[in-house]
């Protein structure tokens, strides 16, 4: 560890994935509870387990990015962090607002929650992904505040790399795009118009540039490669990540009452948003094969080449297969959206925070790397949650093609639950599919406690 | 920053070491992403054939209504502004940097014309009603002469920088990669117009 401040960086990547198990854990239980209807009900509705998956997963990775920016930025800014006492005081705001958000998600009926948290005040609640009681909204924007004002100062007072502009930008965006979630206007068009400026906005556009930024820094780092080199591949990615990103935005506008015009601009612009995500790849394997050093580290090399292909296939081959507007007529939010949504949301935002923690966390512990044998533990839950995912990723797609035929493409269409019945077969393999990420997870935190020789603590 | 080459296979060796070999002219980078954007305009492109072909006596009505001299006035500006760029190019490579400077200042002149002229004839078009839901002809209209035209914005933006780094003496022979890859840029911007003014302007 080359500054003292970036060990601010170890009790966010533990939260992170602390809250990843528990993403998990409440993905088993919906998961099973698309076949067995009535199980954990009524402790657990279908609803609350959804919204506390969805939920779990945005948080864990939002403490996995500013964990990646407290290590990056005192390294890329060459001097140490403005202020770790406000980091790690964010830290904890942030941590116990986000548990005492999910025990009242689990602990109180919506209604009286959204009433205790003074949602008449301002209506935010409700809505998919952005279900948080308004005190839970003002504080992520209090935290992210903080965190920004923390990374920009450090940054101004230190060096300035394109990495750390790119990550920057990136972070910035996500907290000014996450304003959109108090305006909740009555026009249920206009509502979901601008509900997209968060979640389409963040997950296809500023959130790419994070996502860019940790696989440039992991990069240089791992393989040696000219800083130039790699930060001209990152502007060429972000500049086409941008333009097929923001304008793609139109994918979300087909259905909803929007000018038609925007099934033309939607259907091709996001039909090139594969091209940045299989530029990525491109760009990590070359640098990998002209790497200039050994990294002791294979298992973060192995998940930064990981995250190229698993988000290029996640986000660029399944967003493709269901965004051009003639396909999408059928499709839109059947179980192919779910297919697409896991697999990019892991390939992309999961593994790429795996990456930089599997990359940081052995040095903020005082080691280049980890023993040979915890890394081989590591590469085993890499390969066993990666093949766990394309695995629920083919079921929930073949769920989602039977079910467009079934229900909407027939002469004689079934309701939406006669289909499902259908297709539970799909569902419980998705779910031993779902048992085997557990697994893979399981072995991924085992490797954390494995003891042995580790190599020399200078990386 | 300039003379890094990404270290591609397609990537050509540096002019000193084999100076007759086949060599890409400005960054590899800058033609990925050439390609890309041929790929985005050359899709928009079929779309557009592709709805024309299901509205053809609509396409060819509006279209006559459009301004052609409009469209001729700003071919001619933008084929001299790319004129001029390869002059500046040249005149780069022999390091006459004022030379080359002047050249861009010329390009950067036609560029400027062709917005001028592009604005002029999309109050008139806003002044007739014509908006992105008005028709599929007029959606296509203002969809691909708009992003075409923030390519030419692109485009001004890119050759002003080159023409400060000609100023400063920044390129020489031996040291081209920043200029070629602006130039090369300029040059997409070019072609794409003199594929999109016949299909949208002319061709009926």
């Known amino acids: 560890m080359q500054y003292k401040s970036q060990a601010v960086a170890k009790p966010y990547f533990i939260a992170a994935i602390g809250l990843f198990v528990g993403q998990i854990l409440f993905g088993l239980i919906m998961g099973l509870q698309y076949v067995v209807g009535d199980f954990l009900f009524p402790e657990i509705p279908f609803n609350i387990a959804r919204m506390v998956h969805t939920n779990l997963l945005i948080v864990w990775l939002l403490f996995g990015f500013m964990g990646a920016a407290y290590y990056m930025i005192p390294e890329e800014t060459e001097t140490e962090l403005f202020s770790p006492k406000l980091a790690l005081a964010l830290f904890w705001i942030f941590l116990i607002a986000g548990a005492l958000t999910i025990v009242g998600y689990l602990a109180l009926p919506y209604a009286t929650l959204a009433k205790l948290t003074g949602n008449d005040l301002l209506e935010t609640m409700g809505r998919e992904f952005l279900e948080q009681p308004l005190i839970t909204k003002v504080g992520i924007v209090i935290v992210a505040l903080g965190f920004l004002f923390n990374i920009t100062m450090t940054m101004l007072k230190g060096r300035k790399t394109s990495i750390s502009l790119v990550l920057l930008v990136g972070l910035w965006g996500l907290a000014i795009f996450f304003l959109f979630s108090f305006y909740n206007p009555h026009n249920l068009v206009k509502d979901k118009f601008y509900w997209w400026w968060v979640v389409h906005l963040w997950v296809e556009g500023v959130w790419e540039l994070i996502l860019g930024a940790l696989l440039a820094f992991v990069l240089i780092k791992v393989t040696g490669v000219d800083r130039e080199v790699i930060e001209k591949w990152l502007y060429v990615i972000i500049t086409l990540a941008l333009v097929t990103g923001i304008i793609g935005t139109g994918h979300h506008y087909y259905w909803i009452g929007t000018p038609q015009y925007w099934q033309w601009w939607g259907s091709i612009f996001s039909a090139l948003e594969p091209l940045p995500f299989f530029a990525m790849t491109v760009f990590a394997f070359n640098m990998v094969n002209r790497r200039r050093r050994e990294h002791p580290n294979k298992a973060a090399v192995l998940w930064a080449l990981g995250t190229g292909v698993m988000a290029f296939l996640g986000a660029g081959v399944w967003g493709f297969l269901h965004t051009l507007a003639p396909v999408n007529y059928y499709t839109h939010g059947s179980q192919i959206t779910a297919a697409h949504g896991h697999m990019a949301f892991y390939g992309a935002y999961v593994m790429v925070v795996l990456t930089i923690i599997s990359y940081a966390m052995p040095i903020l512990r005082g080691r280049a790397a980890n023993p040979e044998k915890a890394q081989v533990l590591e590469m085993w839950s890499f390969w066993l949650m990666t093949i766990a995912m394309v695995f629920i990723t083919l079921f929930l797609t073949a769920a989602g093609i039977l079910q467009v035929w079934l229900q909407r493409v027939s002469d004689t269409p079934m309701s939406f639950m006669a289909t499902q019945d259908q297709i539970s077969l799909f569902f419980w393999m998705r779910e031993w599919a779902g048992v085997v990420f557990l697994v893979g997870l399981v072995i991924y935190l085992l490797s954390f406690f494995v003891k042995g020789d580790s190599r020399a603590a200078n990386a | ?204």
């Not at chain 2, 509205?55 to 009505?61: G, T």
């Not at chain 2, 806003?126 to 692109?154: A, K």
């Open chain 2, 1 to 204: 920053m300039e003379n890094v080459r990404l270290p591609l296979p397609t990537a050509s060796p540096p002019a000193s070491t084999a100076p007759t070999a086949p060599r890409l002219a400005g960054d590899l980078a800058i033609w990925f992403f050439i390609l890309a954007e041929l790929l985005a305009f050359g899709v928009f492109f079929a779309a557009y054939a592709f709805t024309r072909a299901n509205h053809l006596e609509l396409f060819d009505a509006e279209q006559q209504a459009l301004n052609r001299s409009a469209g001729v006035i700003n071919t001619v500006l933008l084929l001299t502004a790319s004129y001029f760029v390869v002059r500046a190019v040249q005149a780069a490579e022999r390091a006459a940097s004022a030379q080359s400077a002047r050249w861009l200042l010329a390009a950067i002149g036609c560029g400027l014309g062709f917005v001028g002229v592009k604005l002029a004839e999309y109050s008139a078009a806003f002044e007739h009603g014509i908006s992105l839901s008005s028709s599929p002809f007029h959606m296509f209209y203002l969809s691909l002469t708009f992003f075409h035209f923030m390519h030419v914005i692109l485009g001004l933006v890119i050759l002003v920088a080159l023409w400060n780094g000609a100023r400063q003496g920044r390129y020489h022979h031996g040291d081209m990669n920043g200029m070629e890859t602006g130039a090369a840029y300029w040059h997409m911007v070019d072609l794409v117009w003199l594929i999109l003014f016949p299909l949208v302007y002319v061709i009926h």
